[in-house]
């Protein structure tokens, strides 16, 4: 079951990654370098917002329904109702983070796109968090998939009549974020109702189990706090010290070598509720190091092949204008391949609480 579900989530992750490539060529190619540089830091904000007023939710959330589905009911009643207060409480800290600080923090981005990247927050927050945290939790692996594959989907389409269609720039690209994520929060939604069958459920958060979620959910939140920044924050440093167009040619390569990250996101995704609810240590034991050995090994060769055609790759998608992503492309390769044996690593000590 695990390699199947390992299957699934990869090809999953393959077939999202073809329509992804799409969805960035197409934002990329209308929008230039400037315009893609301003678009990747407007809808980083809400993601940067969203990782630190989450609280480990999504992880706690995995980890709670995988440990203990006789409580199911009354955890998502607990999961979706403090995510609805989190997320309320996070557009009031970006609203004001964008009134009265974003010259400060993303100078050369207008603040009315800011604005509008704001009304993620919510999406980010169920559909990224709590809602696929319970499908995981309950190994939904399919259904888990199908939400990504659905958004991607839809985020391709609407991107090529908002942007292509309507010619709507910046401002387009970021509508069809909001309602690709929109779509995927409801579906996914739809999903956790059915798993319920009968037995309904409130927003009544159950003080109890809110305790508990957030005694686990705060071991993890400030790795993945440091984590995420690790990740991002050079996009932000980058238009702080050059400017938005830089910020353009580095998310390209951006782009490209995270694409290496498929395969150890699949293993991890699948890993993590597996490891939560086996019982068998030694059977944990044996598994994660294989698991963590192969992904390593395929994820070196993939790095190897990307560094070879990083230039092709970047004139193929993207055209000449983008020929400045090339060496950071190839630079980034190592941190790469690094953090994909980190990330299943981190996953399985995760699971054990």
């Known amino acids: 079951m695990f390699i199947k579900n390992v299957s699934i989530t990869f090809v999953t992750r393959i077939l999202s990654l073809l329509i992804g490539i799409g969805t960035s060529v ?63 409480a996070s557009m009031f800290i970006g609203l004001i983070i964008v009134l009265f600080f974003s010259n400060s923090i993303l100078p050369g981005v207008p603040q009315i796109f800011l604005l509008l990247a704001l009304l993620l927050i919510p999406f980010q927050l169920f559909s990224s968090q709590s809602l696929s945290g319970i499908l995981l939790g309950i190994q939904k692996i399919k259904e888990y998939n199908l939400v990504a594959i659905i958004q991607s989907l839809f985020m391709l389409a609407l991107a090529a009549f908002f942007l ?144 070879l055609l990083a230039k092709w790759l970047i004139l193929l998608l993207y055209s000449e204008k983008y020929l400045p992503s090339v060496e950071p492309l190839q630079v980034l390769l190592i941190g790469i391949v690094a953090i994909s044996i980190e990330r299943i690593i981190a996953n399985d000590i995760n699971a054990l609480g």
């Open 164 to 307: 292509i269609g309507l010619n709507w720039g910046i401002a387009g690209a970021i509508t069809a974020n909001l309602l690709s994520l929109l779509f995927a929060t409801l579906l996914a939604f739809f999903w956790v109702s059915r798993s319920l069958e009968n037995r309904h459920f409130s927003f009544q958060i159950n003080k109890n189990i809110l305790r508990s979620l957030f005694s686990f959910g705060y071991k993890a939140h400030l790795s993945n706090v440091f984590a995420f920044l690790h990740l991002r924050i050079d996009q932000v440093m980058l238009n702080f010290f050059l400017n938005p167009m830089t910020v353009g040619f580095y998310v390209i390569s951006v782009n490209i070598v995270e694409k290496l990250w498929l395969l150890s996101q699949a293993v991890s995704t699948v890993l993590y509720p597996k490891v939560a609810s086996m019982k068998d240590e030694e059977q944990r034991k044996r598994l994660t190091p294989l698991v963590a050995r192969n992904t390593l090994l395929i994820t070196m060769l993939g790095a190897f092949v990307v560094f």
């Open 26 to 88: 197409i934002i990329a190619r209308v929008l230039g370098p400037e315009g893609q540089g301003i678009y990747s830091l407007a809808i980083l904000l809400p993601l940067i917002i969203v990782t630190f007023t989450n609280l480990g939710i999504g992880r706690s959330t995995i980890y709670h329904i995988g440990k203990d589905t006789n409580a199911f009911k009354d955890l998502v009643g607990a999961i979706l109702g403090s995510s609805f207060v989190i997320s309320i």
